[in-house]
C-alpha cells in the first residue's frame, strides 16, 4: 500500500513538474480602474454598485463598493469609449461617460452621490488629470494608443515605428543604451521573442518580416522600468503590443502598399548616387471583424502577403579613376579576377559583386475569437501564422 502510495505521489509531482517548466509569465494586455463612492459628506458609501460597459463590444464589468467606499475593476479590455454608471439605493445615479482605457493603465475615478431629495439640483464634477504626472502610472513607459498608431506614418508598416516615440529609443530597438536582444517582447500577454538569438530580437528578423500584419494591431506599451509586478524578464525595454478585437460593429479593410526605386533620392549634396540599384515592395491584405453573437462572441482576421527585392549592395566597384558616392575602394580588375579564378580552379561561381537584388517573401495571418462567457468570465483564442 505504502509503495502504491509512493508511487501516486511520484507520478503527480513528474507532471507538475513538465507543466511548471512549460508554464511562461504572462504580460499585460488589459487595464483596470479602481476609486472611491462617497456622498457629499464625504462618507463612503459601501456596496454601491458600479457598472462599466465597453460601448463597441458591449462587455459589462461589475463591482461593488467596500466599506470604505472603494472599488476595484479588473482586466478590462483596453481602449474604449466605456460608459460608468455608479447607484445607490436612495442616491441619484452618477454616469460617466467617452472613458478610454491604456494598455496597462489603471484609471482612478471617484464619485460623489447626491441624495434624491436634490435630485432636481444641478450637479457640476469637474477633475483634472495630468498625463505625466500621475499616481497611477507604473514606472517609465509609453502608451502608442490605437488613434497614434493609425495616424502616425510607418514606411516599414512595423511596430518598431511606432517604440521610436519612447524618449529612450536609439530609433533601433534599443532603449537606455541597452541591446536591442535585452528586450523581452510580448504579443497579447505571450513572450514572442526570437529564441534563435542572433540577429533581430523579433521573430522573422531575419527574413526581414514583420512577425503580425501591422494593420492587426491595437496598442503598444513600451516599459523601460515598469514597478508592476506582472512585468519582467528583460534590462532594455519590454515591448507588449495587443492586437485588435471583433466589436459590435462589422468593420473590413483592404489595403495595398507599394515602393520603388523611383521613391529613392538619386542625389546626395547635389552628387550622384552610383550604387542605386533596382528595389520592389509590394504589400497586400485586408482586415475584418465583427460580431458572430452580439455582446458575446466577436471575431477579428487579417491576412498579409509581402514581396520585395532589395539591393545587397550599396556599393560599386571602383573602374579606371571612377569616384563618387557609392564608389568602393575595391578595384572592378581585381573583383574579376577573383571570381574567374574560383570558376576555373574550383568550378565555383561567386555570383555578381554588384548591381544584384535579394528576393523575400512572406505570408502573415491572425485570427482572434472574443467570447464574454459571463460578467466575470471571458475566452481569448488567437491564432497566428508566419511563412517567410
Request: with cysteine; hydrophobic share 35%.
Amino acid at each position: 500500500m505504502k509503495t502504491k502510495h509512493l508511487l501516486i505521489v511520484l507520478t503527480v509531482t513528474f507532471f507538475c513538474a513538465i507543466f511548471l517548466q512549460q508554464a511562461y509569465p504572462q504580460g499585460v494586455t488589459t487595464a483596470a480602474m479602481s476609486g472611491v463612492v462617497v456622498d457629499k459628506g464625504n462618507n463612503p458609501l459601501p456596496a454601491a454598485n458600479v457598472i462599466a460597459v465597453h460601448i463597441p463590444s458591449g462587455t459589462q464589468y461589475g463591482a461593488s463598493t467596500r466599506s470604505s467606499g472603494q472599488f476595484n475593476i479588473p482586466n478590462m479590455k483596453i481602449g474604449g469609449p466605456y460608459t460608468v454608471t455608479v447607484s445607490f439605493v436612495g442616491y441619484s445615479k452618477d454616469e460617466r461617460k467617452d472613458i478610454f482605457l491604456n494598455l496597462g493603465q489603471q484609471l482612478r475615478l471617484d464619485f460623489t452621490l447626491a441624495e434624491e431629495a436634490v435630485i432636481g439640483e444641478e450637479v457640476l464634477i469637474t477633475a483634472d488629470r495630468t498625463e505625466i504626472f500621475n499616481s497611477n502610472r507604473t514606472g517609465a513607459e509609453t502608451f502608442i494608443k490605437p488613434k497614434e498608431v493609425t495616424l502616425l506614418p510607418s514606411i516599414k508598416r512595423s511596430t518598431r515605428d511606432l517604440t521610436r516615440l519612447d524618449p529612450r529609443s536609439d530609433g533601433n530597438y534599443s532603449f537606455g543604451g541597452k541591446n536591442w536582444l535585452f528586450n523581452n517582447i510580448s504579443l497579447d500577454g505571450s513572450y514572442f521573442n526570437n529564441s534563435f538569438g542572433l540577429d533581430d530580437p523579433a521573430p522573422g528578423g531575419q527574413t526581414n518580416a514583420e512577425p503580425v500584419p501591422y494593420d492587426a494591431v491595437e496598442q503598444v506599451q513600451v516599459s523601460v522600468a515598469p514597478f508592476d509586478v506582472r512585468e519582467g524578464g528583460f534590462t532594455g525595454a519590454g515591448i507588449n503590443t495587443v492586437t485588435k478585437s471583433g466589436t459590435n460593429q462589422l468593420k473590413g479593410s483592404i489595403y495595398s502598399f507599394i515602393r520603388n526605386e523611383s521613391f529613392v533620392g538619386n542625389k546626395v549634396s547635389g552628387q550622384d548616387v552610383i550604387a542605386n540599384p533596382d528595389l520592389v515592395f509590394y504589400q497586400s491584405g485586408f482586415s475584418v471583424g465583427g460580431p458572430i453573437i452580439q455582446n458575446e462572441l466577436f471575431f477579428f482576421l487579417n491576412a498579409e502577403l509581402e514581396r520585395r527585392e532589395d539591393p545587397g549592395s550599396n556599393f560599386a566597384a571602383r573602374r579606371g579613376t571612377s569616384s563618387g558616392l557609392g564608389i568602393s575602394r575595391v578595384d572592378a580588375a581585381i573583383m574579376d579576377q577573383i571570381r574567374t579564378r574560383m570558376k576555373e580552379v574550383y568550378g565555383y561561381d561567386t555570383g555578381p559583386y554588384e548591381n544584384y537584388t535579394h528576393f523575400t517573401q512572406n505570408e502573415k495571418l491572425l485570427l482572434k475569437l472574443d467570447w464574454n462567457i459571463n460578467e466575470n468570465n471571458n475566452l481569448i483564442f488567437r491564432y497566428n501564422r508566419l511563412d517567410a
